[in-house]
């Protein structure tokens, strides 16, 4: 029953990795979805909406969010890299160049959209943190491919922001008064830790392990 299993979730991680590989998405009741090709990371597929790219500091609340059936948790979802790691796993069951061409080519894609602080997808910190695991997570997969080398340097350094994002925008609040730290936080503490245990080699790794598990302590 196990093997039985187990060979099931390796065929049900190639067929969405071939999904993937064609842009096609179905998440937060989007259905199924081409997302073009390069892919658009700053639209609302659903809605058709797109965001200006812009520091994210000088977006308004009104922009991120003007109502009218737009969601800019769509677009978000897609940033956080889940499928990414489906790509990555693909590669790491298969070895066939499909899955890890389709990785970096969307890497690259995303990185050129979305440089370091500019666009919606550098608005919530727990997207951030979300993201930087996901990356993380498909470096471990794919650490024996051909493009690791090649790309391995864009990458950490994309992570060491994506750190430095977070140390600097932790989402604590106020409620009542009171300071609240909430699930968002949780998982910017979170990522910052992981960033700081996998990625030793970072200037600020140290720091963020020390502090990261001092704050989920």
């Known amino acids: 029953n196990n093997k039985y ?15 993937i590989c ?8 989007t259905n199924k979805f081409d997302w073009g090709n390069p892919i658009n990371w700053m639209s ?36 956080r890299f889940h499928h990414l790691v489906t790509i990555a796993q693909a590669w790491d069951l298969t070895n066939d160049k499909k899955y890890s061409n389709e990785f970096f080519s969307q890497w690259s894609n995303w990185q050129d959209s979305n440089p370091f602080c500019y666009g919606i997808n550098w608005t919530n910190t727990m997207e951030v943190a979300i993201r930087a695991v996901n990356l993380i997570t498909c470096l471990g997969l794919l650490k024996d491919d051909v493009g690791y080398d090649k790309n391995y340097k864009s990458i950490i350094k994309a992570i060491r922001q994506h750190g430095l994002y977070i140390e600097n925008n932790l989402e604590i609040g106020i409620h009542n008064g009171k300071i609240s730290a909430t699930n968002h936080y949780l998982a910017n503490i979170c990522g910052i830790t992981i960033i ?14 020390k502090t990261g598990m001092k704050a989920l302590e």
Not at 196 to 209: A, F
Request: with cysteine; glycine share 8%.
């Open 22 to 29: 064609d842009h096609v998405f179905n998440f937060l009741g």
């Open 5 to 19: 299993y187990l060979q099931f979730w390796c065929n049900q991680k190639i067929i969405a990795g071939d999904i």
């Open 196 to 209: 700081g245990m996998t990625c030793q080699g970072l200037p600020e790794s140290n720091r963020w392990v």
């Open 44 to 79: 609302d597929i659903k809605s058709d909406h797109k965001w200006k790219k812009k520091h994210y500091t000088s977006y308004s609340p009104n922009e991120l969010m003007p109502g009218n059936g737009i969601d800019i948790k769509i677009p978000w979802e897609l940033s």
